[in-house]
Structures are given as structure tokens and as C-alpha cells.
């Protein structure tokens, strides 16, 4: 059957490193989504609190549990890396452990991927949430651009890793760089808009959880980088 007319599975990719603290309502957010045929992909990179419990207590058949073999913590981009080569999905997602999902943000990419199926990158907007503020923020107020878009990614990147949905065989070809902590998301969708179209959806889809902790790793992380 042709993939524009049947319901392909969608592979969520949760890598967590102590992320107990918002992770329960980071899952709910995919276990309550309207398009159902998913799969979480929840890789567990050698996390020292409680995140392996939380997941567990689940008991959900949707949810398959890895973990890292090692003794040494992955950087971030390995980690995804990893995570993705256990994917199964014709698509594939991300949420952070920090971030949650609107219901109907993956039954919007694929209905929008239902009327361009020649299109193999969805993204949204999103909305930021101020922990301590307990305030919400729509990221942009400008239309988001769609179609090759390299150049308007180098002048001002707008894409939040937790609103795609890539089709899985994009990842035959790209795959993130593992020398990155933070600016491995931004690197591999400017070689992918160097060669593919990509489809945004205005509405607000992801949620991204702006929180003390992950402001201050960001930035030192960010700065190692540079």
C-alpha cells in the first residue's frame, strides 16, 4: 500500500540522563496523543536517579527500554544516535525529558505528510513554558518558512528538535554528529535543508520547558562547544 494512505508507525526517540523530575508528564504527553500508532524508544544513558523506575512503572507495551552498556555517559548526540538505530517507525520524533507534546501534534504531521508525501521533514512551532513563572510563550510570531530553507536556517535557525518528524530514511544518509552536546540538532537539519524540502506547521505543537537546570547546563554545554 502506498505509505500516503496507510497510518506509518512513528518512532519516538526519549534519550534520559536524570531526567526524573519532569518525566512522567513528558511520556503521558506521547502515551495521550490522538494518532496512536507509535512506539516510545526510551534509551536510558546510564542515569543515576530515579528515570528507570518512573519508565518502568509504566508497564506499557509502547514503551521499549535501552539502556547504555557502558560505564561512561554518552554525549547527547551519541546517545540519539544509538537510540535511533533501535527505531523500527517509518517516522521518527524526539522529545526531551524536560518537554511535552500537544495531543494532536503527531496527527498533525502526519496528515500533513498525507498531503505531501514526497515531503520527508515536518516541523512546528512551539511553545516555550517558564517553570518557575508557570507562564507560556509562543516561540515565534513570524511565519515559519517551509521549502529548502538553508539559507533562512543560517539566518536564524527557528526549528526545535522536539517538533520534528523525519522520515526514517532520511537517517541512512545524515546522522548527528557525536562531537556535539547542544548544536548537534542545528548541524544535521543544515545538511538536510541543503538537499531536502521541509513542511512547517504554524500552530504551536511541542512545549519546551525553560527550568533552571536546563538553562545553566545548556549554556556551560554551549559554550564547550564553541
Not at 34 to 48: A, L, P, V
Not at 63 to 90: E, H, P, V, W
Request: proline share 2%; charged share 25%; hydrophobic share 35%.
Amino acid at each position: 500500500m502506498d505509505k500516503s494512505k496507510k497510518n506509518p508507525l512513528v518512532s519516538v526517540i526519549v534519550n534520559c540522563f536524570n531526567g526524573e523530575e519532569f518525566l512522567y508528564q513528558s511520556i503521558k504527553s506521547i502515551l495521550n496523543q490522538t494518532y496512536k500508532k507509535t512506539e516510545i524508544i526510551f534509551f536510558d544513558n546510564n542515569s543515576t536517579d530515579n528515570s528507570l523506575k518512573i519508565i518502568k512503572k509504566f508497564n506499557n507495551k509502547k514503551i521499549k527500554i535501552f539502556k547504555n552498556s557502558t560505564k561512561k555517559t554518552f554525549k547527547l548526540y551519541k546517545a540519539r544516535n544509538k537510540a535511533i538505530d533501535k527505531a523500527k517507525g517509518d517516522f521518527i520524533s524526539f522529545l526531551d525529558t524536560d518537554d511535552t507534546w500537544n495531543k494532536n501534534k503527531l496527527s498533525s504531521q502526519i496528515s500533513a505528510f498525507k498531503k505531501n508525501p514526497s515531503i520527508n521533514i515536518f516541523y512546528s512551532n512551539y511553545n516555550l513554558f517558564f517553570q518557575n513563572k508557570k507562564k507560556t510563550k509562543k516561540k515565534s510570531n513570524t511565519i515559519l518558512p517551509s521549502g529548502f530553507i538553508l539559507q533562512h536556517l543560517l539566518n536564524d535557525y527557528c526549528i526545535g528538535i522536539n517538533t520534528l518528524l523525519i522520515n526514517r530514511k532520511i537517517f541512512k544518509k545524515f546522522r548527528f554528529d557525536e562531537n556535539y552536546n547542544i548544536i548537534g540538532d542545528f548541524d544535521l537539519l543544515i545538511k538536510i535543508s541543503s538537499k531536502h524540502k521541509i513542511v512547517a506547521l504554524q500552530k504551536p505543537l511541542a512545549n519546551y520547558r525553560v527550568h533552571k537546570n536546563n538553562f545553566s547546563k545548556n549554556i556551560q554545554m554551549y559554550l564547550s562547544e564553541l
